[in-house]
């Protein structure tokens, strides 16, 4: 609370209020002015005004008197409505409680109300006066003979005001500390990262710029051989060489580094440059790797590095090779520049040719320094070496079945040839030939259909090669027996088709052999009338047609037969002579390797067995097999057959071979392609032999747009037929076969 002047108070008229000096206010008589304060009456807000800074007024000072100074007294309960602002003062001050009159104090009355002795609350106030003055006594309290009341309870002195403190000034070591701390603490913050960087997060960070100094080198894995039945003779395999590739970002003339290895790789100089060109990678990365050649010689790639040229080098590699050429080539078939099988057992068996190729990750330098850095970072995942396939094929009789086949083929221009040699006793394939072929080591300068395998994917309408298993069925449905005769005659009609023999009968009556020998359609048909359209059906089935035979190859045909309820009118005559049936090759040979193995069907197959990189050999699954006819029943069909290639005139003169006895049939077909009818014929000749006891069946089908096919199948068979028997040392049959009469 700001410190109130000396000066006294003003009025409203400009004159000073409070106790005057010398007995009076200047300028006005003392008498005159108590006058003028009693007219007002005491406790007015012109009092209020009045009040010094210790709450007493002038009037409670009292006026001069001649004895010293004049004394007011007020009691509270009288100036309470006319006084607002004394409790509050009485407060500030610590008011005293009085009794009656204030004694003790200069010049001061105690007033009193009603003539009643009260006590009263009185404050004194020092009058101001000048310094030349003497001070004034101090007023001392007085208190009336009364109780007191609760009220007039002197209020707790105010505490004496201590005199504040000066400022505290900063303390400097404080000061020092506390930086010290955030300084140690920084540090210790920048410590712990730095061990957390040069220990945890090592490999993270340190792997981060690895991926622009690794370098990958393909380590391929030698791919597997393809072996004969003997499993020396490699019919496809592996060997080392290079390959070479070319860097576009280190080349330096590509023109003139295109022209210097044109010679050497046997490539276009504007294709090597074309592959040198600078380009991008899908992640936007320089190519720094394009190849420019596979399977090189490695001593023209030691040729190629003399060369020293920037931007070029070589690496290992492998080349496929096929040493015989042409040698199986249909059914083996070739791989990609990458080992990758593309067509024939190539690309049937290629997961297990294949192996798991490796590589080699090592950090080189740029530039100059492109080579492995020493100690740093590099790692190499070994080759796995893929397994190798032996087959049931023979070399040998492979190469002769697929000489004389194409001899033959000679005769007849643009035709298409297959054969099947089958083992009747396990079902093996031991040979596969088809015509045309081509050179499975450069197989791409050939034509896609030299490339087919025909006994898998030739199918044809297989005509009377077909009347066998009708033959079959009739005898284990004892239908007909070997002794059976009824007359033939020279044509039949089923629904609006005739089918005629070429071998007319005139109507005479005609035993089963020469029905067989002389391929009647009228009698074939007379005895599937018997046998019943779902029968025949049933052992079309059980003799493997309608079905691929899974053998290995890929892509291979399953042929169809007609269901029943699909059979029209002329279909009970077409079908039991080999017509309205769809198969292949491979299919019929099956069959009739079923007839030879005394009525069992063994399921034909390619692989015999596979061998580990460890040299551990594994051997195929075994076939499925079936029992179709009973072994008597399957003699006596074979002894019918016989009748094909002994009777004179017969129709299979000339599959004969000599020393042997040889069961088989003839038969006139055509090919199917997407189900439609081809120009020409297929002319095919199925045998066994010998057949007495047969070892091997052999199957020749000739498709020829031209016709003349019928001369080429079963002169065919006897060559290969006579090779095969003697190739294996069959002994020739001791017993001659057996004479035949036609009509009994």
Do not use: C
Not at 604 to 625: C, Q, S, Y
Not at 662 to 668: C, E, F, I, L, S
Request: zero cysteines; proline letters at 9%.
């Amino acid at each position: 609370m700001p410190p109130r002047s000396d000066e006294p108070r003003r009025d409203a008229e400009g004159s000073r209020r409070g106790s005057s000096r010398g007995g009076g206010q200047r300028g006005r008589p003392p008498r005159a002015a108590a006058e003028r304060d009693a007219e007002a009456g005491l406790g007015g807000i012109s009092d209020a005004r009045a009040y010094t800074p210790r709450g007493r007024s002038i009037r409670e000072g009292g006026a001069p008197s001649g004895t010293g100074r004049a004394e007011q007294r007020r009691t509270p309960r009288s100036n309470r409505s006319q006084d607002p602002f004394r409790p509050a003062l009485q407060v500030l001050d610590g008011g005293r409680v009085t009794a009656g009159r204030a004694a003790g104090r200069p010049g001061g009355a105690a007033r009193r109300d009603g003539g009643a002795a009260r006590a009263t609350v009185t404050r004194t106030v020092t009058d101001r006066t000048p310094r030349d003055e003497p001070p004034l006594t101090a007023p001392r309290r007085r208190v009336a003979s009364r109780e007191p009341h609760r009220g007039d309870r002197t209020p707790p002195r105010r505490p004496s005001r201590k005199r504040p403190r000066p400022p505290r000034l900063a303390d400097p070591g404080r000061r020092l500390r506390l930086g010290t701390a955030l300084t140690l603490a920084l540090f210790v913050a920048v410590g712990v990262r730095l061990v957390v960087l040069q220990t945890v997060d090592t490999p993270a960070y340190a792997d981060g710029g690895l991926a622009d100094r690794i370098t990958t080198v393909p380590l391929p894995a030698p791919r597997g051989a393809i072996f004969d039945r003997s499993g020396e003779a490699a019919l496809a395999h592996s060997v080392e060489a290079r390959y070479v590739y070319a860097d576009p970002t280190r080349v330096v003339d590509i023109a003139a580094t295109a022209r210097a290895l044109s010679p050497l790789l046997g490539i276009p100089a504007s294709e090597l440059a074309g592959k040198m060109k600078p380009r991008k990678r899908i992640n936007g990365v320089d190519s720094q790797f394009e190849y420019l050649a596979r399977g090189v010689d490695i001593d023209r790639a030691k040729e190629i590095m003399a060369l020293k040229l920037p931007g070029i080098a070589t690496h290992r590699d492998e080349r496929r090779e096929v040493p015989g050429g042409d040698l199986a080539a249909n059914l083996i078939g070739f791989t990609s520049p990458d080992m990758v099988g593309l067509e024939g057992l190539e690309a049937r068996f290629d997961d297990v040719l294949h192996g798991e190729d490796g590589q080699r990750v090592f950090e080189a330098g740029l530039g100059d320094l492109a080579a492995p850095i020493p100690g740093g970072y590099s790692r190499t995942t070994k080759a796995k070496p893929g397994s190798s396939v032996v087959l049931t094929i023979d070399r040998d009789l492979q190469f002769m079945v697929q000489r004389i086949l194409s001899e033959q083929m000679q005769q007849v221009q643009g035709s298409t040839g297959a054969a099947v040699v089958l083992d009747a006793r396990t079902g093996e394939v031991l040979a596969q030939a088809s015509h045309p072929t081509y050179n499975a080591a450069k197989p791409f300068p050939s034509e896609p259909t030299d490339r087919e395998d025909a006994a898998t994917s030739f199918i044809v309408d297989p005509g009377s090669v077909h009347k066998p298993i009708t033959f079959g069925a009739a005898l284990q449905e004892g239908v007909i027996t070997p002794d059976t005769s009824f007359p033939v005659a020279n044509a039949i009609r089923k629904g609006d088709t005739w089918f005629r023999d070429t071998h007319q009968a005139n109507g005479r009556r005609m035993n089963v052999a020469g029905m067989m020998a002389y391929s009647s359609n009228v009698g074939t048909i007379q005895i599937a009338d018997k046998l019943g359209a779902e029968r025949l059906l049933d052992y079309q089935r059980r003799f493997g047609l309608g079905k691929a035979t899974e053998v290995g190859m890929p892509g291979e045909a399953s042929g169809r037969l007609l269901p029943v309820e699909e059979w029209s009118g002329s279909s009970h005559g077409s079908v039991p002579i080999g017509h309205s049936v769809d198969a292949t090759p491979l299919q019929m040979a099956a069959a009739y390797a079923a007839i030879a193995n005394d009525g069992t069907y063994i399921q034909p197959h390619l692989l015999k067995e596979t061998i580990a990189p460890n040299g551990k050999r594994t051997p195929a699954p075994a076939p499925e097999t079936r029992q179709v006819l009973s072994p008597d029943n399957a003699a006596a069909l074979r002894t019918i057959m016989e009748a094909v290639t002994t009777v004179e005139d017969a129709t299979g003169l000339a599959a004969a071979v000599p020393g042997y006895r040889v069961a088989g049939k003839t038969g006139t077909g055509w090919r199917l392609v997407d189900g439609k009818k081809q120009p020409g014929e297929v002319a095919s000749f199925i045998g066994m032999a010998p057949a007495e006891d047969p070892r091997y069946v052999i199957a020749v089908f000739v498709h020829s747009p031209s016709g003349g096919g019928g001369q080429i199948s079963a002169p065919a068979f006897q060559d290969m037929m006579t090779f095969t028997l003697r190739h294996h040392r069959v002994p020739p049959s001791t017993e001659p076969a057996p004479t035949f009469t036609v009509f009994p």
